[in-house]
């Protein structure tokens, strides 16, 4: 991924204005620090923080056509790209190396048609410079960040960036910029581009579960995600989610190491092919149930393992700074973040650029415990489809947010559009947790790498991890994590303060001392009333008797609940 930070029919001195715009894009060069480009043309700025990953020596972007038409800046990976350049119809040369470049031909020979082509995760500005029009695209379900921004002063101006900050100085409207859908300067309209079969919560899937087609659609996203140039690993947190993910990947990258090849011989996987050995990482306080889970499980995969430990106050002292990169208030997504952030840090220094995350299983699968109260079938689907549509508002804003802050890319395969196409289709019945039925969360992925019936297949986890209770990272990296912010926040925020929140932020009111110091952390950072308007709260089912708590632990059917059932 990199950072893009872009500004449109800008009304001024477009020469003059060149080095402020030069400054708004070093803000994320936190995003891309291996290399910064500009390109000026009519009177608009494309600005470019790159983090190099496949066409590491010739992909430097803003990418500029051979007649000087078009200008493409991307952040995020293509991986059909190799696909799609067979697939154009007229002769067009290549300058790189890059997955990118092939939006820029694919936009000269079908215009904005072209994002329903592209399999990746990305966020794309193209200026077509003949017709002084500018496209803006975000990959289906937001894996990569992007907002966009209007001043009241220059009301014909359009400014475009990988983050908030890059626009709270300039802009007094700014929006996150929509999932899935496409900016127009012709029209001046953002419209949906992604139209997928699942997407209305009121539509219930009949489909049932194949467990083999299931399996093998998760194969395949991991797969493709194998694409690098540069060292790469796998978080690990010992879950199911990031077990399954590196379960799969150290598969591939011995099937590679073996001389093995897919059936798809279009598939770019360079990773494995140059770094054949798996490196996981994992994050925790000493003695915390991620770590020891993880190290169980990189010991049964051999996987190169690097586990670090964090103490209580090193993360406190890191919140104000995740909050800064998050752009963001939201309770569980700091709490989770925080180690996250930290262990990112970590990975970076060893050189590593990339890393595979199990971002999205919890929302496709119901895997949060609140789900375990959902009242029926069809509300317990409609949940899954509405998390991952706001995906983009939370997990997808952490896993993307905290590794960029350190120019560490992450890429999530439970959230391919293959993939999902599959899984979110399945009937809910299916995918519903039934504790009388033996039936836990997540109960069919679990099935569909559950080789016990086989004894002759080797099995992908052992047993006690593919069948481990979901735990959510910002509870499983140690508990005393969000007892600590929750002490912290008592002494900071006095009651009396807190009783006079709504009066303070009519928006998001915090309802807790905890929530109260970050809304005063995030305003510190971004005081712009502007700023908040792309904020989303990540609250569990309270109309299904849920706790408000985002924790794991504050559902009654945890392990180690706050309270447990009668």
Known sequence: ????????????????????????????????????????????????????????????????????????????????????????????????????????????????????????????????????????????????????GWSSKMPETVFFASELKCLNEECDTILAFPPGHLYDSETKETTR??????????????????????????EKSVRKRLMAEVPYGVLLSGGLDSSLIAAIAVREAEKIARGGRPADPDFDESGPMNWPGVHSFSIGLPGSPDLIAAREVAKYLNTIHHEYT???????????????????????????????????????????????????????????????????????????????????????????????????????????????????????????????????????????????????AKPYLPTNILWRQKEQFSDGVGYSWIDSLKAVSENKVSSEELAQAASRWEKDTPDTKEAYMYRVMFEQWFPQPACTASVVRWVPRTDWGCSSDPSGRAQKVHEKAYEKEA
């Open 193 to 218: 581009w992604f139209n997928p079969t699942w997407w209305e919560p009121e539509r219930i899937p009949t489909n049932e579960v194949d467990y083999t087609l299931l399996r093998e659609a998760l």
């Open 310 to 456: 964090f103490t209580i106050q090193e993360a406190l002292d890191a919140v104000s700074d995740v909050i800064y990169h998050l752009e963001t208030y939201d309770v569980t997504t700091i709490r989770a973040s925080t180690p996250m952030y930290l262990l990112s840090r970590k990975i970076k220094a060893m050189g590593v650029k990339m890393v595979l995350s199990g971002e999205g299983s919890d929302e496709v699968f119901g895997g949060y415990l609140y789900f375990h109260q959902a009242p029926d079938a069809p509300s317990f689907h409609a949940e899954c489809v509405t998390r991952v549509r706001n995906l983009h508002t939370s997990d997808c804003l952490r896993a993307n947010k905290s590794t960029m802050a350190w120019g560490l890319e992450a890429r999530v395969p439970f959230l391919d559009r293959d993939f999902l196409e599959v899984a979110m289709n399945i009937k809910p019945e299916e995918k519903r947790p039934n504790s009388k039925l033996g039936r836990m969360e997540k109960y069919i992925i679990r099935k569909a790498f559950d080789t016990s019936d086989d004894p002759n």
């Open 1 to 148: 991924m990199c950072g893009i930070c872009a500004i449109y029919n800008y009304q001024g001195d477009i020469d003059a204005y060149r080095q402020r715009a030069l400054y708004l894009s070093k803000k994320i060069r936190h995003r891309g620090p291996d290399w910064s480009g500009c390109h000026v043309a009519n009177n608009t700025i494309l600005c470019h923080e790159r983090l190099a990953i496949v066409g590491v020596g010739s992909g430097a972007q803003p990418l500029v056509s051979e007649d000087g038409n078009l200008v493409l800046c991307v952040n995020g990976e293509i991986y059909n790209h190799k696909q799609l350049r067979k697939q154009l119809k007229k002769p067009h040369q290549f300058k790189t190396e890059s997955d990118c470049e092939v939006i820029m031909h694919m936009y000269d020979e079908m215009g904005t048609d072209l994002v329903q082509h592209l399999d990746g995760m990305f966020s794309f500005v193209l200026l077509d410079v003949k017709r002084n029009r500018i496209i803006a695209a975000r990959d289906p379900i937001g894996i990569t960040t992007l907002y966009y």
